[in-house]
């Protein structure tokens, strides 16, 4: 299933359902009497899927069962409670490994988050938060139960991780 936009010529009736948008055309040896590009003008009809769980953790699962179908190596485990930032600064981890990213909170890690890491096959997880974020408990229960390879990784504060992560991506 295509999760961008498909780019197509609607007849006037779907005109509605599609996104109108204009580009301007690259020219090569551009005429000089053509002070600005032509416009190019297509529509694209937007695919809108949805990932929504009952919860946030159950949200970050459905996005990992549909865009790791197939199962993945890798896993980046991330506090719910700082996702914004922790989310962020996780992303390009978790694209370099083409891995989800999966939620859990600082002392607990729900049995739905432990199911699908095991349901993607995963060798190893990266807990992308200090002891305070994802505690020793969770990372017992990742190596003893899942018989998984964990690599915290954290710097001491945003800016600190971020280059501690950064380091992983280069």
């Known amino acids: 299933e295509n999760l961008a936009a498909d780019v197509v010529k609607p007849s006037k009736e779907e005109k509605e359902e599609y996104t109108k948008m204009e580009f301007e055309t690259v020219m090569e040896n551009k005429p000089s009497c053509c002070s600005t590009p032509p416009r190019k003008t297509c529509y694209v009809?937007?695919?809108?899927?949805?990932?929504n769980g009952a919860d946030r953790y159950?949200?970050?699962?459905?996005?990992?069962?549909?865009?790791?179908?197939?199962?993945?190596?890798?896993?980046v485990l991330v506090n719910a409670t700082y996702v914004p930032v922790d989310g962020y600064i996780s992303t390009n981890l978790a694209y370099l490994l083409d891995a989800p990213i999966l939620l859990t909170k600082a002392g607990e890690i729900?049995?739905?988050?432990?199911?699908?890491?095991?349901r993607l096959g995963a060798n190893k997880v990266y807990v992308r938060s200090g002891s305070g974020g994802v505690s020793e408990d969770i990372i017992n229960t990742l190596k003893n139960t899942l018989r998984v390879e964990v690599e915290r990784i954290f710097g001491g504060?945003?800016?600190?991780?971020?280059?501690?992560?950064a380091k992983k991506v280069d």
């Open 45 to 51: 009809k937007p695919v809108i899927t949805d990932f």
């Open 110 to 118: 729900k049995d739905s988050t432990i199911d699908e890491i095991k």
């Open 58 to 75: 159950e949200t970050a699962i459905n996005v990992s069962k549909k865009l790791y179908s197939n199962g993945s190596k890798n896993v």
């Open 157 to 165: 504060g945003e800016i600190t991780t971020s280059i501690e992560v």
